[in-house]
């Protein structure tokens, strides 16, 4: 019997580590060549491991939830040959490291940090190892990198930055109120407890980030869409094989015929290096809900697209980041989010914005109601539009302004398609 090291390989997207988001094997289970292994989530995507050879799976490195550095062991597998193999980490300069054996948590629990045990070990040219959520988070709490005592491989995870706060928080003087103590499994009434990992953690992460970084405002206002529900309706009659249109393609379709007009919307905002990119092409990204949670697809180029090509790549996306086969670079770059909650839009919303994005649109629910045109009052179909942005860099005149020449094209479709 031989022992075979699998190690997390480099997914190609200069990422320091990934985290175990779920397993599909145990220690003790027969795994066979090209069989799953693990899926872990990078900052970007997940991405399913898969065995390089058939064997029993005799050790796992953590839980769901953990994070596993690159190069590192993941899978120990006992395979049927006389001598192990194992898997080769990325080349470096330095000899790879030999096989060993991975300890679950169970069988070891990691050592707390401490001055002795970690060491701060910054990368070739001074700058620390780290996830981007990681360093992320560090530049919102202003710490530098470099100073954060390191793990193993000299990698800076969260955990480093936990230990780094608690060194810095004074001890409390007095006792906190019995109630603010108490765990949350002793209070009355305490249901299941689920731990936040995967697509939840990096979407607490970003969106606490977000908020912040960016002082968000936000802009609301009303447009008539009667003439444009007519105009859809008609489109979707004469559809024929065409994908059925919603809204969302003739709201693109505004958007990305204003966005000259109004360049500081289109953009992203580098807080390090205070520096502001505008975007000629519109790369947008479309909040999907999934079952996992919300994923950020990207139509690119939309500005080039048509109504029915828009609405078949709403639907290819949508279906992609619910099924899980979106691939990474669908799911990055985008320069302005639209974010929908369909019929159940509400009648105003301000949607935290995808950072590094300046703005992000959300369309509100149609209802019908009476209005007012100075002549008479009839039924007419109405929808809000909301819009967020970053006061850094989109004054609220900007804001303003650019939606009030979204809801002129709203409100007259046949100028919206002339173009």
Request: aromatic residues 4%; contains cysteine.
């Amino acid at each position: 019997m031989g022992r075979y090291v699998f190690r997390l390989p480099d997914i190609g997207e200069g990422i320091a580590e990934a985290e175990i988001v779920a397993w599909h094997v145990k220690v003790g289970d027969r795994v066979e060549e090209d069989g799953r292994l693990a899926d872990v989530m990078t900052d970007k995507a997940t991405v399913e491991m898969e065995s390089p050879v058939s064997g029993i799976v005799r050790e796992v490195a953590g839980e769901a939830g953990d994070t596993v550095a690159i190069g590192s062991p993941l899978v120990v597998i006992e395979t049927e040959g006389e001598e192990g193999a194992e898997e080769p980490p990325a080349e470096t300069s330095s000899p790879p490291p030999q096989a060993v054996p991975v300890e679950t948590p169970a069988a070891r629990p990691a050592p707390a940090p401490t001055s002795a045990t970690r060491s701060p070990l910054p990368a070739p040219g001074g700058k620390a190892l780290a996830s981007p959520a990681v360093r992320a988070r560090a530049t919102a709490l202003g710490i530098d990198l470099a100073s954060v005592p390191a793990g193993p491989g000299g990698i800076v995870r969260h955990a480093d930055l936990d230990a780094l706060l608690t060194a810095r928080v004074p001890a409390r003087t007095a006792a906190a109120p019995a109630e603010e103590r108490r765990p949350v499994e002793q209070l009355s009434g305490a249901g299941e407890q689920v731990k936040v990992i995967g697509l939840r953690r990096r979407i607490a992460e970003n969106m606490a980030a977000s908020k912040r970084h960016i002082p968000h405002f936000s802009y609301v206002e009303e447009c008539d869409v009667t003439a444009l529900e007519s105009l859809r309706a008609e489109f979707n009659r004469e559809s024929g094989e065409r994908p059925k249109l919603t809204l969302l393609p003739f709201l693109i379709t505004a958007i990305c015929r204003c966005i000259p007009q109004f360049p500081m919307i289109n953009a992203r905002y580098d807080d390090e290096a205070g520096v502001v990119t505008r975007y000629d092409s519109v790369h947008l990204g479309i909040a999907t809900q999934t079952p996992g949670g919300l994923m950020v697809p990207v139509i690119r180029d939309a500005q080039g697209l048509g109504l029915s090509q828009l609405a078949a790549e709403i639907a290819r996306l949508a279906a992609a980041a619910r099924d899980g086969t979106a691939k990474p670079e669908e799911l990055s770059g985008s320069t302005l989010t639209i974010t929908s909650l369909g019929p159940l839009g509400g009648i105003a919303t301000t949607p935290v914005i995808n950072r590094p994005e300046v703005a992000i649109i959300g369309p509100n629910r149609i209802v019908e109601r009476p209005a007012y045109d100075g002549e008479a009052i009839e039924k007419r179909k109405l929808m809000n539009v909301s819009i967020s942005c970053d006061h850094r860099v989109v004054d609220g005149w900007d804001a303003a302004n650019f939606v009030q020449a979204v809801k002129r094209m709203l409100e007259a479709p046949l100028v919206l398609l002339a173009g």
